[in-house]
């Protein structure tokens, strides 16, 4: 199997988790392996590392990727690291030292996996990551949600201005003809578009897919439940590191990481504490991180990607 994916930011992540060996980490996205394999490396022969993944082309290539030395050492999991804590607890995995997530999708899904997920390929519109899972896809959203609920999608995460307008255009359109491919929703946007923009409608379909993918999959929603539950596993001391490469993302890695570091959060004239809160840990990151020059100009893919580290106390 040829799966694509260069990882991005992997020195700087290993820096921040520090592994050592016999140490067990956790990395939530397997995606290429990348990040799975450097840490088997470090942590063998006593150490092991728990991967995973929502796509089961992730879980294939890994498997085929592995020494028979790294094998004995990686347990590689089919799952949501929404459920971090079932995972854990269903593969007896504890004394975390660390876990590192690079949200998003790998290239192979953006490139090779033929789901939808580019705008610049006539594919069906699938989207999914885990593709096992029955349930709802970019053409089932399309096709159903009323003209109101696709305009949130397109405007809480793809931030595009046209958001009511497109909306309104594909209501209109499938009750014609139901969208079924990649190319039935770039033509609808082309032509939505007033005819001095026609030319930037490239940006607009960006937007478009991808605010359409982070609806399939739940990305915003599969971060916000994980990262309580992957501070909640760390030992003490243990890191978190996250790669994220979408504003509204980082916006909730930030967050979290703000809340998590901070104390007493009583009103500043209550003259003793009562919410009773202790910092869970410290920001390692007090400037958010991106790829250095070198990196960004050898995989331009690197270019969005941030990156947040936390210390659990
Ligand atoms: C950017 S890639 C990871 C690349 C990896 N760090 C490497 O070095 O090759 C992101 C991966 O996360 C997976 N993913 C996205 N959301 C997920 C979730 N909620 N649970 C598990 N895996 C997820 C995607 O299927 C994709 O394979």
């Keep these: 199997m040829n799966y694509n994916h260069e990882p991005v930011l992997l020195e700087t992540a290993l820096q921040f988790l520090e592994p050592q060996p016999g140490q067990n980490f956790i990395d939530a996205t397997l995606g290429g392996g990348g990040y799975s394999r450097a840490l088997l490396d470090y942590v063998i022969p006593e150490g092991k590392v728990l991967s995973i993944d929502l796509d089961p082309a992730a879980l294939e290539n890994y498997q085929a990727q592995l020494s028979s030395k790294q ?53 069906p519109l699938d989207m999914r990551f885990d593709v096992s899972d029955p349930t709802t896809d970019a053409r089932f959203i399309i096709n159903n949600h009323s003209e109101e609920q696709l305009k949130e ?48 409608w490239q940006d607009t379909a960006r937007r478009i897919f991808q605010a359409l993918r982070i609806a399939v999959n739940h990305e915003l929603e599969n971060l916000e439940t994980f990262l309580p539950k992957a501070l909640d596993l760390l030992n003490p001391g243990g890191k978190l590191v996250i790669i994220s490469f979408h504003s509204l993302e980082d916006r909730i890695v930030k967050k979290f990481f703000v809340e ?15 919410c009773g809160k202790n910092p869970l840990g410290m920001i390692l990151t007090k400037k958010i991180v991106t790829a250095n020059e070198e990196e960004q100009a050898r995989n331009p893919r690197s270019i969005p990607a941030k990156l947040r580290a936390f210390k659990k106390l």
């Design 71 to 123: 094998k004995k050492n990686a347990i590689a999991v089919h799952g949501n690291f929404r459920n971090l804590d079932d995972i854990v607890r269903n593969h007896e995995f504890y004394n975390i030292a660390g876990i590192v997530a690079d949200i998003g999708l790998s290239s192979y899904q953006l490139d090779q996996s033929g789901r939808g997920i580019t705008f610049q390929n006539k594919e």
């Design 153 to 200: 999608i397109f405007r809480n995460y793809g931030e595009d201005r046209l958001s009511g307008k497109i909306a309104r255009a594909i209501v209109q359109r499938r009750g014609e003809k139901p969208f079924h491919y990649t190319t039935d929703l770039t033509e609808l946007i082309r032509e939505s578009l007033p005819k001095p923009q026609q030319h930037k």
């Design 260 to 274: 998590s570091s901070r104390g007493c959060t009583c009103p500043i004239d209550f003259p003793i504490c009562r």
